[in-house]
Protein backbone atom coordinates (compact mmCIF):
# COMPACT_ATOMS: atom_id res chain seq x y z
CA UNK A 1 0.00 0.00 0.00
CA UNK A 2 1.06 3.50 -1.04
CA UNK A 3 1.55 5.92 1.96
CA UNK A 4 3.12 9.03 2.27
CA UNK A 5 3.11 11.03 5.45
CA UNK A 6 4.15 14.79 5.81
CA UNK A 7 5.86 16.33 8.53
CA UNK A 8 7.66 19.29 9.55
CA UNK A 9 5.01 22.04 9.72
CA UNK A 10 4.09 24.62 12.58
CA UNK A 11 4.16 28.41 13.17
CA UNK A 12 7.12 30.54 11.47
CA UNK A 13 7.36 34.16 11.20
CA UNK A 14 7.39 36.17 8.34
CA UNK A 15 11.18 35.47 7.06
CA UNK A 16 11.98 32.99 9.00
CA UNK A 17 12.40 28.89 8.09
CA UNK A 18 11.18 25.26 8.06
CA UNK A 19 11.86 22.08 6.33
CA UNK A 20 9.00 19.81 5.83
CA UNK A 21 9.51 16.00 5.48
CA UNK A 22 7.73 13.38 3.39
CA UNK A 23 7.86 9.27 4.58
CA UNK A 24 7.43 7.38 1.89
CA UNK A 25 6.32 3.72 1.75
CA UNK A 26 4.38 0.98 -0.21
CA UNK A 27 6.50 1.81 -4.05
CA UNK A 28 10.29 2.27 -5.25
CA UNK A 29 10.54 5.48 -4.28
CA UNK A 30 13.66 5.75 -6.42
CA UNK A 31 11.78 4.83 -9.51
CA UNK A 32 9.24 8.41 -8.78
CA UNK A 33 9.24 11.75 -9.38
CA UNK A 34 7.52 13.57 -6.18
CA UNK A 35 5.86 16.94 -5.67
CA UNK A 36 4.74 18.98 -3.17
CA UNK A 37 1.40 20.39 -3.29
CA UNK A 38 -0.29 22.92 -1.13
CA UNK A 39 -3.78 24.46 -0.38
CA UNK A 40 -5.04 26.94 2.09
CA UNK A 41 -7.72 26.31 4.15
CA UNK A 42 -11.10 26.58 2.06
CA UNK A 43 -9.12 27.67 -1.29
CA UNK A 44 -8.42 25.86 -3.79
CA UNK A 45 -4.79 23.56 -4.35
CA UNK A 46 -1.67 25.45 -5.65
CA UNK A 47 1.70 23.27 -6.78
CA UNK A 48 4.62 24.49 -5.56
CA UNK A 49 7.29 21.83 -6.77
CA UNK A 50 8.47 18.90 -8.40
CA UNK A 51 11.40 16.54 -8.41
CA UNK A 52 12.73 13.76 -11.00
CA UNK A 53 13.33 10.39 -9.15
CA UNK A 54 16.78 10.91 -8.78
CA UNK A 55 17.26 14.70 -8.05
CA UNK A 56 18.29 15.69 -10.70
CA UNK A 57 15.63 18.05 -12.09
CA UNK A 58 13.52 20.36 -10.34
CA UNK A 59 10.42 22.83 -11.16
CA UNK A 60 9.40 25.40 -9.13
CA UNK A 61 5.76 27.51 -9.32
CA UNK A 62 6.63 31.45 -9.52
CA UNK A 63 5.33 32.34 -5.81
CA UNK A 64 7.67 30.16 -4.34
CA UNK A 65 11.01 29.71 -7.18
CA UNK A 66 14.10 31.18 -5.03
CA UNK A 67 12.69 30.81 -2.09
CA UNK A 68 11.80 27.12 -1.18
CA UNK A 69 13.98 24.13 -2.43
CA UNK A 70 12.63 20.59 -2.69
CA UNK A 71 15.09 17.64 -2.29
CA UNK A 72 14.72 14.24 -1.62
CA UNK A 73 16.98 11.03 -0.06
CA UNK A 74 16.42 7.66 -1.86
CA UNK A 75 18.48 6.04 0.93
CA UNK A 76 15.70 6.70 3.53
CA UNK A 77 12.40 7.42 0.67
CA UNK A 78 12.11 10.79 2.28
CA UNK A 79 11.17 13.96 0.07
CA UNK A 80 11.93 17.30 1.64
CA UNK A 81 11.13 21.00 1.25
CA UNK A 82 12.98 23.43 2.62
CA UNK A 83 11.02 26.38 2.66
CA UNK A 84 12.73 29.81 3.19
CA UNK A 85 12.09 33.78 3.35
CA UNK A 86 8.51 32.49 4.57
CA UNK A 87 5.72 35.20 4.25
CA UNK A 88 2.03 35.22 5.34
CA UNK A 89 1.11 33.80 2.06
CA UNK A 90 2.71 31.22 2.26
CA UNK A 91 0.44 29.81 5.03
CA UNK A 92 -1.42 26.16 3.97
CA UNK A 93 -1.77 22.84 4.26
CA UNK A 94 1.20 21.53 2.20
CA UNK A 95 0.80 18.00 0.55
CA UNK A 96 3.02 15.70 -1.00
CA UNK A 97 2.10 13.24 -4.12
CA UNK A 98 3.87 11.05 -5.62
CA UNK A 99 4.80 11.74 -9.62
CA UNK A 100 5.22 9.82 -12.63
CA UNK A 101 7.04 6.59 -13.23
CA UNK A 102 10.06 7.51 -15.43
CA UNK A 103 8.12 9.07 -18.79
CA UNK A 104 5.18 8.09 -17.44
CA UNK A 105 1.72 9.63 -18.15
CA UNK A 106 0.32 8.81 -14.81
CA UNK A 107 1.23 11.63 -12.10
CA UNK A 108 0.19 13.17 -8.86
CA UNK A 109 -1.88 9.71 -8.35
CA UNK A 110 -1.20 9.45 -4.51
CA UNK A 111 -1.23 11.93 -2.05
CA UNK A 112 -0.48 12.30 2.07
CA UNK A 113 -2.71 13.63 4.64
CA UNK A 114 -0.57 17.32 4.40
CA UNK A 115 1.60 19.06 7.48
CA UNK A 116 -0.25 23.00 7.65
CA UNK A 117 2.42 25.48 7.77
CA UNK A 118 1.42 29.01 9.15
CA UNK A 119 3.34 31.91 8.83
CA UNK A 120 2.56 34.79 11.43
CA UNK A 121 4.63 37.43 13.70
CA UNK B 1 -6.88 33.18 -10.75
CA UNK B 2 -6.09 29.95 -12.24
CA UNK B 3 -4.39 29.53 -15.68
CA UNK B 4 -7.38 26.63 -15.78
CA UNK B 5 -10.90 27.85 -15.21
CA UNK B 6 -13.67 25.53 -13.46
CA UNK B 7 -17.27 26.83 -12.91
CA UNK B 8 -17.16 27.65 -8.89
CA UNK B 9 -20.43 25.52 -8.89
CA UNK B 10 -22.38 22.79 -10.05
CA UNK B 11 -25.38 20.50 -8.95
CA UNK B 12 -27.42 17.81 -9.70
CA UNK B 13 -30.31 15.46 -7.68
CA UNK B 14 -29.81 11.99 -7.38
CA UNK B 15 -29.13 9.74 -10.61
CA UNK B 16 -28.88 12.81 -12.98
CA UNK B 17 -25.51 13.38 -14.75
CA UNK B 18 -23.59 16.42 -14.15
CA UNK B 19 -20.44 17.45 -16.34
CA UNK B 20 -17.68 19.97 -14.83
CA UNK B 21 -15.80 21.81 -17.48
CA UNK B 22 -12.37 22.97 -17.45
CA UNK B 23 -10.69 25.53 -19.62
CA UNK B 24 -7.19 26.11 -20.60
CA UNK B 25 -4.92 26.77 -23.38
CA UNK B 26 -2.54 25.44 -25.85
CA UNK B 27 0.40 25.59 -23.90
CA UNK B 28 -1.50 23.49 -21.21
CA UNK B 29 -4.57 20.93 -21.80
CA UNK B 30 -3.73 20.93 -25.47
CA UNK B 31 -0.60 19.44 -24.94
CA UNK B 32 -1.01 17.31 -22.31
CA UNK B 33 -2.82 15.30 -20.57
CA UNK B 34 -5.56 15.90 -17.90
CA UNK B 35 -5.92 14.70 -14.17
CA UNK B 36 -9.36 15.03 -12.22
CA UNK B 37 -9.70 15.10 -8.46
CA UNK B 38 -12.21 14.83 -6.13
CA UNK B 39 -11.89 16.40 -2.69
CA UNK B 40 -14.27 15.73 0.15
CA UNK B 41 -13.88 18.37 3.32
CA UNK B 42 -10.83 17.26 5.63
CA UNK B 43 -8.95 14.78 3.13
CA UNK B 44 -6.79 15.02 0.84
CA UNK B 45 -7.39 15.06 -2.93
CA UNK B 46 -8.11 11.66 -4.84
CA UNK B 47 -7.18 10.87 -7.94
CA UNK B 48 -10.40 10.25 -10.23
CA UNK B 49 -9.16 10.04 -13.56
CA UNK B 50 -5.57 10.50 -15.44
CA UNK B 51 -4.46 10.73 -18.98
CA UNK B 52 -7.77 12.60 -20.08
CA UNK B 53 -10.39 9.42 -19.36
CA UNK B 54 -8.33 6.81 -17.51
CA UNK B 55 -9.56 5.77 -14.30
CA UNK B 56 -7.37 4.63 -11.40
CA UNK B 57 -8.31 1.09 -9.97
CA UNK B 58 -11.47 1.26 -7.44
CA UNK B 59 -12.61 4.67 -8.86
CA UNK B 60 -16.55 3.69 -10.54
CA UNK B 61 -16.92 4.05 -13.91
CA UNK B 62 -19.83 6.55 -13.29
CA UNK B 63 -16.96 9.16 -13.62
CA UNK B 64 -15.59 9.79 -17.07
CA UNK B 65 -13.43 12.07 -18.84
CA UNK B 66 -12.76 13.89 -22.09
CA UNK B 67 -10.86 16.40 -23.52
CA UNK B 68 -11.14 18.45 -27.21
CA UNK B 69 -8.58 21.23 -27.96
CA UNK B 70 -7.86 23.06 -25.05
CA UNK B 71 -10.60 21.84 -23.01
CA UNK B 72 -11.80 19.27 -20.60
CA UNK B 73 -14.50 18.09 -18.82
CA UNK B 74 -15.69 15.25 -16.03
CA UNK B 75 -18.63 13.69 -16.40
CA UNK B 76 -20.34 11.92 -13.04
CA UNK B 77 -23.47 9.89 -14.38
CA UNK B 78 -26.06 8.40 -11.56
CA UNK B 79 -24.89 11.13 -9.19
CA UNK B 80 -24.92 10.07 -5.53
CA UNK B 81 -25.04 11.80 -1.94
CA UNK B 82 -21.25 11.39 -1.63
CA UNK B 83 -20.20 12.51 -4.78
CA UNK B 84 -20.93 16.00 -3.26
CA UNK B 85 -17.34 17.36 -3.00
CA UNK B 86 -14.75 20.06 -4.93
CA UNK B 87 -13.58 18.95 -8.11
CA UNK B 88 -9.88 19.66 -9.89
CA UNK B 89 -8.59 19.78 -13.34
CA UNK B 90 -5.26 19.78 -13.67
CA UNK B 91 -2.13 19.41 -16.22
CA UNK B 92 1.34 20.31 -16.82
CA UNK B 93 1.59 23.54 -18.81
CA UNK B 94 4.83 24.01 -21.14
CA UNK B 95 5.29 27.83 -21.02
CA UNK B 96 8.52 29.57 -19.39
CA UNK B 97 10.36 26.38 -17.92
CA UNK B 98 7.23 24.38 -17.07
CA UNK B 99 4.70 23.74 -14.17
CA UNK B 100 1.67 21.87 -13.40
CA UNK B 101 -1.26 24.24 -13.02
CA UNK B 102 -4.53 23.21 -10.81
CA UNK B 103 -8.29 24.71 -11.90
CA UNK B 104 -9.48 26.70 -9.44
CA UNK B 105 -12.11 23.75 -8.40
CA UNK B 106 -15.76 23.23 -8.59
CA UNK B 107 -17.91 22.41 -5.52
CA UNK B 108 -20.37 19.75 -7.00
CA UNK B 109 -23.86 19.47 -4.59
CA UNK B 110 -26.15 16.95 -5.11
CA UNK B 111 -29.66 18.17 -3.83
Known amino acids: EVQLVESGGGVAQPGGSLRLSCAASGFPFDDYGMHWVRQVPGKGLQWVALLNWDGGTTYYGDSVKGRFTISRDNTKNFLYLQMNSLRPEDTALYYC??????????????WGQGTLVTVSS | QSVLTQPPSASGTPGQTVTISCSGS????????VNWYQQVPGAAPKLLIYTNDQRPSGVPDRFSGSKSGTSASLAISGLQSEDEADYYC????????????FGGGTKLTVL
Open chain 1, 97 to 110: ARGAYGSGTLDLDY
Open chain 2, 26 to 33: RSNILSNS
Open chain 2, 90 to 101: ATWDDSLNGFWV
